[in-house]
């Protein structure tokens, strides 16, 4: 593998501008493609995770292939949202700023058509876009792809997931014959696959680093609360670290503005970015993010998407998504360029099992920390605001008024002073704190935690609706066959234990199972067969195998189909 960027075939201007970027040496991901994009042709789908250097890698052959002299537009990069197209036509022109004369155009959503008509109109050898607003402008003429040599589409799976299906297929028709074309994606979902199937040519598949492995620097840990203890130790955490500078992933946008607002009543630079918000909303907040006036983003997924800030300290899962796929893009946002990164996820007793499902897909443990208790934080807190005075410049500017502050603390012994300033310093926090409890949630016995039963409400036997009753058998027999991609897994409990389907879909939901995963259920007089995922179902075996049910200890195996 290369280890010099001089090795990779780049020409100066190239070099010296990556050198002037802190470039040492190539990622693992520019070792790999640079040489084959610069040499070969073929066209290449590439699987990298999040914080790669997946945009040199692509950019910088880009660049290197161009032929400034020529108007035409040459090269199409095509990316999900119009911060990642910012932040690619950003990083574009930091690498070409030795290049005189590149013309790099970036065309998004959410803001004004017109203006980015009129800039086209001076000529752009490289077009980064959102489909969406791509096709509108292909639509009125004013954007010619015909030409172009190099069709770049980064981050499909993400593109595909916004639902941007239509809109590529409609520009990929567009795209010339000839053109060379490279996918980059974290994940090679069947959606991607078709579409590499579809419009690249017998294109190599370069895997980098372990799919879908969490980035290596990164430590994963985890809190665990009551549930309405949930922004309690956000705060907590924010307290207890008060150098902290943080993406803050919640669910929704309706959470993510939720806990933004209770995060600056609470006193917090907070803010929030999310989709409901205005093209020049989110510009202000992703503005004041960077330049750190906030030090805590509180964004839904989509948004925070593609964003770089390569010196976060934190990442933290507000609440868990729903998909594990998100947790290994949210973590990847820590853990940038070779600098260490945390990601922190707060969870209540019922969503261990995500935790368990996350850890087989990352292949890495999380550790349970303690939430920290107001003793800890105060002293945390004192100690920062000492190091922070100790910090400070002394200015000639305040021995003029030494006379006076003498004067004024003349009575003060230098015990005393010291209080009174930490104190007005901190009487906020000591006031917050004296009240504050131990929110942690105590690790119970291994019998109990494994209980499944545990918050189940009592089913009556009429709870079961017809439907639902007509799955039940007698008799013990065979379940028959299960859906593709599915494979049973017999339980032993049945009918004669009183259960209904309703019981098993919640049984996994304590395992951290949806319902998504779940097929068919048949339920006989002492077993049960429960469809399950393939990829779930090993996970759902060992979790229900040795576990109680009420005061019954499960047995489960998966059958062969
Ligand atoms: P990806 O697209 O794979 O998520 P990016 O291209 O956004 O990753 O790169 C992640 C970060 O790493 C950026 O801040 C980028 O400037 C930095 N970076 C990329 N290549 C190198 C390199 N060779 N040396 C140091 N930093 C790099
Ligand atoms: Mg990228």
Redesign the pocket.
């Known amino acids: 593998m290369v280890t010099d960027f001089l090795e990779l075939g780049l020409s100066t201007g190239i070099l010296n501008a990556i050198a002037e970027?802190?470039?040492?040496?190539?990622?693992p991901v520019?070792a790999r493609i640079i040489p084959d994009l610069l040499v070969g042709d073929g066209d290449i789908v590439c699987l990298?995770q999040?914080?790669?250097?997946?945009?040199?890698a692509f950019g910088l052959p880009t660049l290197e292939y161009l032929d400034v002299s020529n108007p035409d537009t040459q090269a199409l990069i095509l990316c999900p949202t119009r911060e990642l197209c910012r932040q690619i036509s950003q990083d574009l022109s930091n690498y070409a700023k030795y290049l005189p004369g590149v013309k790099i155009v970036s065309v998004y959503g959410g803001a004004g058509i017109i203006g980015q008509i009129k800039t086209l109109k001076g000529g752009a050898h490289i077009i980064v876009a959102t489909p969406g607003r791509l096709l509108d402008i292909l639509k009125r003429g004013a954007a010619d792809i015909s030409k172009i040599n190099t069709l770049i589409l980064d981050e499909a799976d993400e593109m595909l997931n916004m639902g941007f299906k239509d809109e590529l297929d409609a520009i990929l028709e567009q795209a010339p014959q000839d053109r060379r074309s490279l996918l980059f994606s974290a994940t090679l979902p069947k959606e991607v696959e078709r579409i590499a199937k579809s419009y690249m040519k017998e294109p190599e598949i370069v895997t980098v680093g372990e799919r879908n492995a969490g980035s290596d620097n990164v430590e994963h840990f985890y809190y665990m609360v009551k549930e309405e203890d949930r922004y309690a130790a956000m705060k907590r955490i924010a307290d207890y670290n008060p150098d902290i500078y943080a993406i803050v992933f919640c669910k929704t946008r309706e959470e993510t503005q939720k806990v933004a607002d209770m995060l600056q009543r609470d006193g917090y630079d907070a803010d929030s970015l999310h989709g409901d918000l205005s093209q020049a909303q989110r510009d202000s907040v992703m503005g004041r993010f960077k330049r750190k006036a906030l030090h805590l983003l509180v964004a839904t997924d989509v948004a925070a998407r593609g964003i770089?800030v390569?010196d976060l300290t934190h990442v933290i899962n507000y609440n868990l998504p729903q998909e594990i796929e998100l947790y290994t893009h949210r973590s990847g946002r820590t853990g940038?360029?070779d600098k260490k990164g945390v990601s922190i996820a707060i969870i209540n007793q019922r969503e261990k099992g995500k935790i368990r499902r996350i850890e087989a897909v990352i292949k890495k443990q999380f550790t349970r920390l303690p939430v920290p208790g107001a003793h800890e934080i105060c002293e945390r807190q004192l100690a920062h605001l000492i190091n922070e005075i100790n910090g400070a410049e002394v200015r000639e500017d305040i021995y003029a008024f030494m006379p006076t502050i003498e004067q004024m603390w003349a009575e003060l012994s230098k015990e005393d002073l010291v209080k009174k300033m930490l104190s007005y310093e901190f009487n906020r926090f000591f006031d917050y704190y004296r009240k504050a409890k131990d929110i942690n949630i105590p690790e119970k016995e291994k019998k109990d935690r494994k209980s499944l039963k545990e918050g189940r409400k009592p089913v009556r036997e009429s709870d079961g609706d017809p439907a639902e009753r007509k799955d039940r058998k007698g008799k013990d027999g065979n379940p028959g066959t299960c859906e593709n991609g599915f494979v049973w897994l017999r339980i032993n409990l049945g009918y004669k234990n009183k259960i209904i389907p309703r019981d098993i879909i919640s049984i996994m939901k304590t395992c951290g199972i949806g319902k998504k995963s779940i097929g068919k259920i048949e339920i006989f007089n002492e077993f049960l067969y429960v469809g399950l995922k393939e990829n779930v179902a090993e996970y759902a075996r060992s979790q229900i195998n040795g576990a109680t049910y009420g005061r019954r200890r499960l047995s489960a195996s998966l059958m062969k189909n």
């Open positions: 970027l802190g470039f040492e040496k190539p990622t520019q990298a999040t914080g790669t250097g997946k945009t040199a770089d390569s940038r360029a």
